[in-house]
């Protein structure tokens, strides 16, 4: 069983700030996805990572792949309110079968 | 265009008894999975159906059991429900593998008594 811990589990910033949430695994995955997910709603997907080394960006959150495709973060710049959520990650079995989450990182953003 | 939607969204059974969710999925997409979301965990993938056929299964009993429509729509079922199976259930859809990505649904909140 192929898993994925995600620290750290909560984290409280104030606004402004920048902070980094890692997921890492034992094992190999064929893409490295992140969700956010609000109270009440299903995850909603912001990238996929494929390639090892990879890093893309969205706005101020960036995304990095490990070299060796078992480990990724999460990068947000200058955090705000609205960032608040729970942030998944979550890998694919090379099969393509099925997603292994994390347990998730609460984000907290005070004003 | 229509997302990922799931029905009931809220549901209240007894220990023991039976239950059914339901999902459809983008139109075009053919794959379904459902996963089931503790509180203050991550989901845990349940089972996933590509083109009718069951592609993967999670570590599960067998009281649960799915099936995908050939409209690709899909059901979950529960039986002889236990307090811990209290959960979010999830379901998700893709075009095929998940380099695409998957868009889940908002769930169906089970509650058992």
């Known amino acids: 069983t192929q898993l994925l811990e995600q620290s750290p589990q909560f984290l409280s910033i104030q606004e402004g700030e920048n902070l980094t949430v890692y997921c890492n695994s034992s094992?190999?995955?064929?893409?490295l996805q992140w969700y956010r997910q609000e109270p009440g709603e299903g995850p909603v997907l912001l990238v996929t990572?494929?390639?090892?080394?990879e890093v893309k960006k969205l706005k101020r959150l960036t995304f990095q792949f490990g070299d060796a495709r078992k480990d990724s973060s999460l990068h947000i710049t200058a955090a705000q309110p609205g960032d608040t959520g729970l942030y998944l990650c979550a890998g694919e079995e090379t099969s393509g079968s099925r997603l292994t989450f994390g347990e998730g990182t609460q984000l907290t953003v005070n004003p | 265009d229509a997302g990922v939607t799931q029905s009931p969204t809220h549901l209240i059974k007894t220990r023991g008894q039976h239950v059914t969710l339901r999902c459809s999925p983008i139109s075009g997409h053919k794959s379904v999975s459902w996963y089931q979301q503790v509180l203050g965990q991550g989901p845990q993938f349940i089972f996933q159906y590509y083109e009718k056929e069951e592609r993967g299964r999670g570590n599960f009993p067998d009281r649960f059991s799915a099936r995908q429509f050939p409209n690709y729509s899909s059901e979950l079922n529960v039986n002889a429900l236990l307090l811990g199976d209290s959960a979010l259930y999830l379901c998700?859809?893709?075009?095929?593998?998940?380099?695409?990505?998957?868009?889940f649904g908002s769930g169906t909140r089970l509650t058992v008594v």
């Open positions: 094992s190999v995955f064929s893409s």
């Open positions: 998700a859809s893709s075009l095929g593998t998940g380099v695409y990505g998957y868009t």
């Open positions: 990572v494929v390639t090892g080394g």
